[in-house]
């Protein structure tokens, strides 16, 4: 199945419109449904030992504070067909971003996370500017048929301010991309399993080695 529907085309332009302006866009459907059933699937099919609880801070200092977050994720490290399909396709992007937008960047990591009933991630920037290598954040969500009810909204603020930008449902297919290191986000407690692919595209600047997260 993901052979039939990896030559899907994906169109960047409305990403690289968002990033040079506002620098956060959300995109509902950006991904085939398909393809969507197939990550699904894959992260539905890890056994509860292949989930951790999520981590906190640089690598090289990781620490898992469930005061902060309570989700529980899994790198993504091509296992899978799917899951070389999603990093390629996200290849593809960066290729895309550094053609267009000049911006550098090297990498591209992703975890699956689960967020069980009750599960929330405080407010925080994935980013400090000049300290991380962390540039621009994307979270994919695989859930469908979300309400309202279900909580689980992403809340995006201003970059200097308290004021709530944007609300974002978990909905199946919805992608979110913004600069890491503007825009405070938190994740709302959900009230059924909420799951999502969260990545980053890292520029590993050689002047900076030690900075991870
Ligand atoms: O799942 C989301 O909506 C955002 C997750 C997040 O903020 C993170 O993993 O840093
Ligand atoms: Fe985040």
Redesign the pocket.
């Given at each position: 199945m993901v052979n039939a529907v990896a030559k899907f085309e994906v169109d960047f332009s409305d990403i690289i419109a968002a990033l040079a302006g506002p620098g956060i866009g959300v995109f509902p459907n950006f991904i085939d449904s398909q393809i969507v059933a197939s990550l699904r699937h894959d992260v539905l099919s890890l056994g509860e030992h292949e989930l951790s609880p999520a981590g906190i801070g640089r690598a090289h200092a990781l620490q898992t504070n469930g005061n902060i977050r309570s989700d529980k994720t899994r790198w993504l490290e091509g296992d899978r067909p799917i899951q070389q399909y999603y990093l390629a396709l996200m290849s593809r992007l960066k290729h895309t971003l550094n053609r267009e937008l000049f911006l550098g960047l090297k990498d591209y990591e992703c975890h699956y996370?689960l967020y069980q009933t009750g599960d929330f991630?405080k407010k925080?920037l994935?980013a400090f500017r000049g300290r991380s290598n962390r540039r621009i954040?994307t979270?994919l969500y695989l859930n469908d048929d979300w309400q309202v009810e279900h909580g689980g909204e992403?809340v995006v603020y201003a970059a200097n301010g308290t004021e709530p930008v944007h609300r974002i449902l978990?909905s199946a297919g919805t992608l979110?991309c913004f600069l890491a290191d503007e825009f405070p986000?938190e994740?709302l407690p959900a009230h059924r399993d909420r799951l999502?692919i969260?990545g980053w595209f890292r520029i590993d600047d050689p002047i900076a080695p030690s900075l991870c997260l």
């Open positions: 996370a991630y925080h994935d954040t979270v992403l978990p979110v986000h994740v999502s969260a």
